[in-house]
Each structure stands twice: as structure tokens, then as C-alpha cells.
């Protein structure tokens, strides 16, 4: 599976962006999709998770301000980000979690990262 992420760019606080990432290739073996980021000097963080049903997890501090989508038919998950902070500054990974089975029927959990798109708020 290959993640294509998009929709980072430069944005003063308060301002908002919309980020995308689309699947390609074997997207029938997604089954979770998610955001992460990275801030320099910094681990990469959970921003956001959904499963293939719709059900969402959110780090604490986007809550109320970040919401994610999915949009299963075009492969597609998205992050709505309001209300930015300086401290939102970071480079966004998609995440896919895949889930298939071996010739051998025994299941297979890996997971797939998109390049990155970076979001910096300015002050």
C-alpha cells in the first residue's frame, strides 16, 4: 500500500488546513488509517486514528480542534485542523494499518507510512 499525503503549507495562528492522504495498491488490506506528526527535535505523536467503521481516537491536544475522515470508497482519510497553534508546527504522517492472511491463512499486521507534509503556523 502506498500513501500519497497532502495539504500541508503555511498558515498564520488561528488558521485553519485540510490535510489529505490517498491509499493505493492493495487498500483492501486497510483496515485502520491515522495521523501522526513529528516536530523537530521531537518523537513522533498520535494526532488522530479511525477504523474502517468510522470510530475515532484523538490525542489530547486536538481535541476540538482536529477532526478526522474517511472516506472508504476513494481510499481516502482526511484531517481537518482548526483553530492551528504554533505548536501544531510539525511534519504529518498518514498511517495505514493493514491486516491480510498468508497463503497459510495466519494474519498479517503491518502498517504502511505516507512521505509526510509539513504544517507550519506562524505567530
Known amino acids: 500500500v502506498q500513501l500519497q499525503a497532502s495539504g500541508g503549507g503555511l498558515v498564520q495562528a488561528g488558521g485553519s488546513l485540510r490535510l489529505s492522504c490517498v491509499a493505493s495498491g492493495s487498500t483492501s488490506r486497510i483496515n485502520g488509517m491515522g495521523w501522526y506528526r513529528q516536530a523537530p527535535g521531537k518523537e513522533r505523536e498520535l494526532v488522530a486514528a479511525i477504523t474502517s467503521g468510522g470510530s475515532t481516537n484523538y490525542a489530547d491536544f486536538p481535541k476540538g480542534r482536529f477532526t478526522i475522515s474517511r472516506d472508504n470508497a476513494k481510499n481516502t482519510v482526511y484531517l481537518q485542523m482548526n483553530s492551528l497553534k504554533p505548536e501544531d508546527t510539525a511534519v504529518y504522517y498518514c498511517?495505514?494499518?493493514?491486516?491480510?492472511?498468508?497463503?497459510?491463512?495466519?494474519?498479517?499486521?503491518?502498517?504502511?507510512w505516507g512521505q509526510g507534509t509539513l504544517v507550519t503556523v506562524s505567530s
Open positions: 498511517r495505514a494499518d493493514l491486516l491480510y492472511y498468508n497463503d497459510y491463512g495466519v494474519p498479517i499486521a503491518s502498517a504502511s
